[in-house]
């Protein structure tokens, strides 16, 4: 009866082909579409707080300043270069308001581009004072792409110390600028855990003339030592014209808006070496060795 009764046959190689392709055949933590679902967020939250968390634990970092401005602020040659050519175009056609417009804010770019040589000696001032002897305080820490961020960074590189960058993945594809510590340029997805992260071990924070991204890390940092959500973090603004012209700070006192004790919670520098001088008074001279 052995011999008439039919074997039971083994997957076909197509068979085993598909259940080793299917997605749920898939370890949930190899799985990226999976993680990617929206019922994963709490997930990915939670990875994205802990990664950078364990890393920075693992460099040493101890404490860090936070250096933010414009992407857009080059070195002062670059943007000599920029107007250069703005203008060549303009000559094409004088009366062109786009081109015209181009030129104008060419100028002033070439007015503010000395803003990055004072982010990268900020970077330069900081670094080499406080990561001596294979110490790793007062990290600099920017949001790791170009222009005032670049530059702060690559201060922190000319002295060859560490540095931080912390990207945003955005719609528009960019790059992280080459001057930051291979070992400690993280991509952020979520804006929310990039500003945790940014400021969680922060003890400054440097604010060159910069746009939205700028203000919005002011502001974030802002509120929660106006709120007493956060203590000890002394904020600079570089560039005083730039900034009482960007915002109308008694305007806000005098609407009750804020208070007037609210316009102690930021200083005024010009200088890298001013900005660094109260910074290193503040928190710097007070460390143990």
């Not at 598909?18 to 999976?34: G, P, T």
């Not at 300043?65 to 070195?75: K, N």
């Not at 060159?208 to 600079?236: N, R, S, Y």
């Amino acid at each position: 009866m052995g011999r008439t009764m039919s074997r039971r046959q083994p997957p076909s190689e197509k068979l085993l082909r598909a259940i080793l392709q299917s997605s749920s055949y898939h370890r949930a933590d190899q799985d990226l579409e999976f993680l990617d679902r929206d019922e994963l967020r709490p997930v990915r939250l939670q990875l994205e707080l802990l990664k950078p968390e364990l890393i920075q634990r693992e460099e040493g970092i101890r404490s860090t300043i936070v250096v933010f401005g414009s992407a857009r602020l080059v070195e002062p040659a670059a943007a000599r270069e920029r107007l250069a050519k703005a203008e060549a175009n303009l000559t094409l056609k004088p009366k062109d308001p786009d081109r015209q417009r181009a030129v104008a804010i060419a100028r002033r770019r070439v007015a503010l581009a000395p803003y990055y040589d004072q982010a990268r000696e900020f970077g330069r001032l900081a670094s080499s004072t406080c990561q001596a002897q294979g110490r790793s305080d007062y990290v600099v820490v920017t949001g790791g792409g170009p222009g005032i961020m670049e530059a702060a960074n690559r201060g922190a590189a000319d002295v060859g110390a560490k540095s931080i960058g912390s990207n945003v993945t955005l719609p528009q594809e960019q790059v992280p600028n080459p001057y930051m510590t291979p070992a400690l340029c993280f991509q952020f997805r979520y804006f929310a855990l990039r500003k945790m992260h940014v400021l969680l071990r922060a003890k400054a924070l440097v604010a060159f003339p910069g746009g939205f991204g700028t203000l919005d890390e002011l502001f974030e940092t802002l509120t929660p030592l106006q709120t007493g959500k956060v203590a000890g973090i002394t904020v600079m603004l570089v560039g005083r014209v730039f900034w009482n012209r960007l915002i109308n700070w008694s305007m806000l006192v005098e609407e009750g808006l804020i208070s007037q004790q609210d316009l102690q919670l930021f200083r005024y520098a010009e200088t890298a070496q001013e900005a660094w001088e109260i910074v290193s008074k503040n928190h710097v001279t007070t460390q143990p060795s």
